[in-house]
């Protein structure tokens, strides 16, 4: 199975906000090397789905998911209820895969006590 079927919608709706595949390969390719796991970045939210926001990080030419657990200690039922598409924040790179070309983000690691999102 590759990686496009197996992550489906995630997948397609980065390329999307990248302006397709072979884009997102390139721009990830060009990424400075400060981005890496444990750096806290700003990011601006391009996308809500049921199972998290895409965060565009204009500094470093990709996009990253924050998957819905990842946003606050305190349960979220809807992540539309906590973000907004366009809304600049701050995040916590928690994974990178850059041959996959994927950044998992956090919030949640970033609250003074759990559920002060």
């Known amino acids: 199975m590759s990686d ?5 919608t995630a997948y397609a709706y980065c390329v999307c906000l990248q302006g397709g595949a072979s884009q997102q390969e390139d721009n990830w ?7 890496n796991i444990g750096v806290v970045v700003s990011g601006v939210v391009q996308g809500i789905t049921p199972f998290g926001a895409f965060i565009e ?3 470093y ?6 998957h819905i657990t990842q946003i606050s200690a305190e349960y979220v039922q809807s992540v539309d209820q906590v973000l907004q598409v366009g809304e600049e924040i ?10 996959r070309g994927r950044v998992g983000l956090s ?7 759990p559920g002060d999102m």
């Open 4 to 8: 496009r079927q197996h992550y489906g």
């Open 29 to 35: 390719g060009e990424a400075p090397t400060e981005l």
């Open 57 to 59: 990080l204009p500094d």
């Open 61 to 66: 030419g990709t996009t990253g998911l924050l």
């Open 90 to 99: 701050k995040v916590l790179v928690t994974k990178m895969d850059r041959q």
């Open 107 to 113: 919030t949640k690691e970033l609250e003074p006590s």
